[in-house]
């Protein structure tokens, strides 16, 4: 079963599939987040939802490159997790099958083109406390204990 953090879903409350990918980018002891400045300003994972017929790395590379300006190689999937959210940008409750992949950067192309993100590269321990999805945190942690082994 794939793990859920946030809140549970609600009773009554039809929620559509939404599959996402995201990705851990490091270098060194940093990870790049994005900025989202709206509809809530939070650090987060960059990628996003996968479109109809998308492949899941495709978007991954597309989520990234639209959100950070970079480019990404050598991708494997470290982490899955769901939630149960209300998607403001799109109207819609989402029940959110998110799976995290490890990535290497590899270049930088320019700036977001995706409106209303930046991208931000920061300390492993500092990227723990900024990240707003609890998911998200779940992984790194998991990550960075995996790592210290």
Do not use: N
């Amino acid at each position: 079963m794939i793990p859920r953090y946030d809140a549970p879903p609600r009773a009554g409350q039809a929620y559509r599939r939404r599959p996402g990918a995201y990705a851990l980018l490091l270098r060194g002891d940093q990870v790049l987040l994005t900025r989202q400045a709206a509809p809530v300003p939070e650090f987060q994972l960059p990628g996003g939802g996968v479109d109809p017929g998308e492949q899941v790395l495709t978007a991954l590379h597309r989520e990234v490159a639209e959100e950070t300006g970079w480019t990404m190689g050598a991708a494997r999937l470290i982490g899955r997790y769901r939630r149960f959210v209300f998607m403001p940008e799109y109207e819609m409750f989402a029940e959110k099958l998110c799976s995290v992949w490890l990535a290497r950067p590899v270049l930088r192309r320019g700036p977001p083109s995706e409106p209303g993100h930046s991208a931000h590269w920061m300390a492993l321990s500092q990227a723990m406390a900024a990240l707003a999805d609890p998911g998200a945190r779940a992984v790194l942690a998991r990550w960075i204990q995996a790592r210290a082994i």
